[in-house]
């Protein structure tokens, strides 16, 4: 089930349009990776998801409630972390808590244990009786979090929770992700740089100019946008027989010249060739070079990592 879904999502500023004609799916208890530069489009999305912001057309809905005729439900489903967040002077982190807990009618007896749960959820059971400005911005972040999470919402928008985090912090922040995963919550986090999320994400949306380049499981996103495989085989023996092999083969173009290097027994030869064809096709095409004598060491597909799936993406939208 979609839990959170936009249809046609419009935002304009005048004549720009910052979000243009946006639909997304995401599923419950997914993590989803809402990628793009800055000024791609993020934060208004996130901002019309959490009912701060009124489409200009098109409409979304969280939990199956559209966020232009039922705001009311769509805040009670969802929480929302905002890019910044205001500083509240002279406040301990626990009655920061408590205070929002209070403005979402939790009861005071509940509210106690709530947010020694909420504290100990995000690491910060020691700071409880900390000024929230003496934190640091890590826990700052985490503190937010839980804020978020007073109304045990079912889904979570966190708009670029990990930058300005130092790299221990990210490591917490993911851990903390996977938590909330486990309790059956569906995330949605946003940021500017997609190494931040690679590895933390179940599914990502690329998002440029308003516009959506490219959606799907991690998985998918990186398979489709492998138009154009690239193959290197290593040989021993002489690249002339795998050559020979290859060139007769239906959809290998072969790239650059092939590499030397010294192996343990005899001199390995790298070939890289560019493939058309699926895992099947690629099968087969192995068992041509090793049944046509070819001796094979290695054989492996290069894997674009996600850095490389975002400049393919970007760029072709460029165009
Ligand atoms: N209140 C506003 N008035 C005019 N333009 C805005 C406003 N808010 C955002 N924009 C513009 O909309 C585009 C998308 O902004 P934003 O959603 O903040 O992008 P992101 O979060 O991906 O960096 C940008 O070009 C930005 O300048
Ligand atoms: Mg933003």
Known sequence: MAVVET?????SYGKLRAVDGLNLRIEQGSIFGFIGPNGAGKTTTLRILATLLQPTGGDATVCGYSVVKNPREVRRHLGY?????????DM????????YAACFK?????RIRMVDDLLALVDLSEKKEAYVESLSR?????????RALVHDPAVLLLDEPASGLDPRARVELRELLRELRAMG???????????????????????????IA??????????????QRIVAATVIGGGDRAREVLAGQPGVRLLRPAVEQEGPEATRLTLEFGFDGDDRTLSELL???????????SFTERVDGLEDVFMKVTEQSDE
């Open 287 to 297: 068992a041509k070079l090793v049944g046509g004598g070819v001796p094979v060491v």
């Open 185 to 211: 919550k569906t995330i949605v986090i946003s940021s500017h740089i997609l190494a931040e999320l690679a590895e933390l994400c179940s599914h990502i949306g690329i998002i440029e100019r308003g516009r």
């Open 7 to 11: 249809t046609n999502l419009t935002k």
């Open 92 to 99: 301990k982190a626990w009655e920061y808590l408590d205070f």
């Open 138 to 146: 890590g826990m700052k972040q985490r503190l937010c979090l839980a």
């Open 81 to 89: 972390m905002p890019d910044f967040f205001g500083v509240y002077d």
């Open 106 to 110: 939790v009861a005071k007896s509940r």
């Open 214 to 227: 490219a959606a799907g499981s991690v998985d998918e996103v990186l398979r489709r946008r492998h138009e």
